[in-house]
């Protein structure tokens, strides 16, 4: 049931929308999964109205799939589709690795050093949760470093999309372990003000992710949702 209290001065197409989307990014509705509107309508509280608007807009963030006489469903991840984000968060995390390095201000950089230890303090613990929401956090936080407006808005939809990813692969942490040893080479380049060095390791760093998903993607992720296929 939604929390209306809370947001009720927003329109409630936007409330559902959002809702099913966070739904969907994080896994609480699994990839494939038919999306009805009558249970969905119930369990938020609200009229079918607002889910089937919210359903029609997320099929043109391609992150539902209606299929005519079958339903809506939450679109399946394919190995590709994991490699095509790759690649282009890849070369824009880059860029904004680059400019962070040039532009980030000392009270950013302080905050880049704390988000990179609490990734690495979820990692020793062995918190999912903590693990999956220091990560986005510390690539969002890397973006906003840039100091571009144009280079946020596109990576934000890029990172939207990769937060699917991330509630999948991280279910076997173990394969990542190396992960907070290259968040902290991308920071310590940013904070020394290396923008070369920067890009480098931020490209490393998704390159390193892309190889495994390449690699071994099929047998982890078949193991996470049976329909992902190469």
Known sequence: MLNFDLQNHRPLREIVYEELKRQILIGEIAPGTRMMEVELADDMGVSRTPVREA????????????????????????????????EVRQDLEGMAAALAAIKATDEQKEELRKVTEDYKTAVESGDVKEMIRHDE????????????????QLVSQVQELALRF?????????????QPMEHKEIIDAIISGDANKARHAADEHIMHLKKFVINEGESVFHGNHQEIQK
């Open 55 to 86: 359903i029609r807009k997320l099929e043109k963030e391609g992150l539902v799939t209606i299929e005519p006489r079958r339903g809506a469903y939450a679109s399946d991840i394919s190995i590709k589709d994991i490699e095509d984000v790759l």
């Open 137 to 152: 956090a510390f690539h969002k936080l890397i973006v906003r470093c840039s100091d571009n407006k144009t280079l946020i």
């Open 166 to 178: 991330r509630y999948i692969y991280y279910d076997d942490f173990t394969r990542f372990g190396s």
